[in-house]
């Protein structure tokens, strides 16, 4: 299995990476954040508990993500392997997903971090703020707080794989094209 996970803070372009790579290798993408919003649009009752949380720009509890995790990884049993976008977002997420993906006879591949400044990743929110219709990308305030939670809660996250040798940095500016290059060189590195 090809088990990925795309990591780096808010804005740096998981999603539209994520988006290639499911393409290219027939995985699945699970990505936290969409399917938070997609409860928030069914008015679930976990939508409706996520929603001021997520509009505030903070975690939602741990326990809620790993077991939307844990539910989708249970109904795919014969996929090619996994995208993991927005998830793992803390130590306890990231520890949860090894015991998980263990149980399943299988691991973590790589992870690939994409670095981006914060001015850029600024600038990029604020910009799909005009579109998105998300509260989050509304206003700068919120967006700093989003980069303070990822600063404080999430980075730590790339010590934890490198210690695995599974980190792999690489630069989110340039081209999306560009970008893509460098995560299937990056990708070959494990195969
Ligand atoms: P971005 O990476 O641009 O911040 P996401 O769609 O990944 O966008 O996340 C949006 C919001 O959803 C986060 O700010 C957070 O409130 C919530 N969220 C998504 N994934 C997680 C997670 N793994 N743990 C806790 N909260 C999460």
Redesign the pocket.
Known sequence: MLNIVIFGP??AG?GTQSQLLIDQFNLIHL????I?RGEIAQGTELGIKAKS??DR????P?EV?IGMIRSILEKNPNAKGFIF??????TV?AESLDQMLNELNTSISTMLSLDVDVDELTKRLLERGKSSGRA?DANESIIRN?IKEYNKKTAPLKKFYAKQNKLQSITGVGSVDSIYTKICEAIDQIK
């Open positions: 808010p804005g998981k990505s936290t954040g969409d938070l949380i997520m720009g903070d975690l939602v741990d993500v976008d927005g998830f793992p977002r803390t997420q989050d989003r």
